[in-house]
Nanobody, 120 residues
C-alpha cells in the first residue's frame, strides 16, 4: 500500500505560480508518481509524471513549458511547480502513484486532492 498526501494548493492570479507537494509513504514501491487534475464538469486528466528511479518526466501538452515535476528521494516527496498559471488550470489536483510495474499514467493509489484556483 501507498499513502499520498498533497499540499500547496490555493488561490492565485493568472500569471502567478504555485508549488504542489505530494508526500508518499508505505511499503510498496511505486515506479511512477504524478499528477492528474479534474475541473468541474470534466473528466480527470493527466498532468505530469516522474519515474522514481531516474527522474524521467512526462507532461501533458497543455502544461509543457509551464509546469515542472520533480522528486526528492530523501523526503519521499514529489513536487509540481506550476508557473504562468491560467484560469483553465483551475481544478482539483490529485497526486497518484503506480505499482512496481505500472505505467506513467496508470495509478493504483491516489491522494485526497488539493484545490487550485486561478483568477483572471
Amino acid at each position: 500500500q501507498v499513502q499520498l498526501v498533497e499540499s500547496g494548493g490555493g488561490l492565485v492570479q493568472a500569471g502567478g505560480s504555485l508549488r504542489l507537494s505530494c508526500l508518499a509513504s508505505g511499503r510498496t514501491f511505486s515506479r511512477y508518481v504524478g499528477w492528474f487534475r479534474q475541473a468541474p464538469g470534466k473528466e480527470r486528466e493527466f498532468v505530469a509524471s516522474i519515474r522514481w528511479n531516474d527522474a524521467y518526466t512526462y507532461y501533458a501538452d497543455s502544461v509543457t513549458g509551464r509546469f515542472a515535476i520533480s522528486r526528492d528521494i530523501a523526503k519521499n516527496t514529489v513536487y509540481l511547480q506550476m508557473n504562468s498559471l491560467k484560469p483553465e488550470d483551475t481544478a482539483v489536483y490529485y497526486c497518484g502513484a503506480s505499482g512496481p510495474f505500472g505505467g506513467f499514467r496508470t495509478y493504483d493509489y491516489w491522494g485526497q486532492g488539493t484545490q487550485v484556483t486561478v483568477s483572471s
